[in-house]
């Protein structure tokens, strides 16, 4: 079975977070390692993501001095234990095979970066699409330019070997922008990529 290891940056996201978590909890299909990383909420995240503790024994959650959304995705990625990191933020949700189908690429084509397309609106995602190999270049304009790619890391799966042997990181300097930046460095050392035209995030 494909393993994902999924890393949640929370920040005074008691709202949401429940809802986030579950639909990645409930991914089909596929083997999930959830993370949670409390980055020093004022609200009652920790209280909330602690339930989920009690009712998911296989959550992982961890809580740090608030100190930005790069520290707590780095915090993340060093407690991750699967071969595969994904990003997703704590007010959104995924469709419930966004991650089998994210890794069956990554697998099946020894590809080392798939892309998703994504939803901005609570309406159901459209479903439909083929899947296309691209090449950095390619990426690289359209993480730069107005497109369905962006320069986002939620609509992304990676290999964890890249991004530790490559000492690949998210800069907590950074206000801005830090996703591109993240995502420049790990292209330099990704071969192929590809894009499910499919909105498997939401």
């Not at 004022?42 to 993501?49: A, F, G, K």
């Not at 520290?71 to 095979?97: C, M, P, W, Y």
């Not at 690289?140 to 530790?164: C, E, M, P, T």
């Amino acid at each position: 079975m494909n393993k994902v290891s999924v890393v949640v940056p929370c920040y005074n996201c008691a709202t949401t977070i429940e809802k986030c978590c579950i639909s990645i909890l409930n991914q089909e299909k596929i083997d999930i390692e959830l993370i949670c990383i409390d980055d020093g909420s004022t609200d009652n995240t920790w209280e909330v993501l602690c339930g989920l503790k009690a009712l998911y024994p296989k959550l992982i959650i961890h809580k740090i001095f608030n100190s930005g959304v790069s520290n707590a995705r780095n915090v993340g990625i060093s407690l991750s234990t699967n071969e595969f990191v994904g990003f997703v933020d704590a007010d959104d949700t995924i469709h419930k095979e966004m991650y089998f189908k994210m890794s069956t690429e990554l697998i099946m084509e020894n590809i080392d970066l798939v892309i998703c397309n994504f939803s901005t609106s609570d309406t159901l995602p459209k479903l439909v699409g083929e899947t296309e190999y691209i090449n950095q270049n390619d990426v690289l304009n359209a993480s730069l330019y107005n497109s369905d790619i962006q320069g986002f890391v939620w609509n992304r799966l990676y290999k964890k070997h890249i991004i530790i042997e490559n000492d690949i990181k998210f800069n907590p300097n950074m206000k801005a922008v830090e996703d591109l930046d993240f995502n420049l460095n790990y292209l330099q050392y990704a071969n192929s990529c590809t894009y499910i035209q499919e909105q498997l995030y939401n």
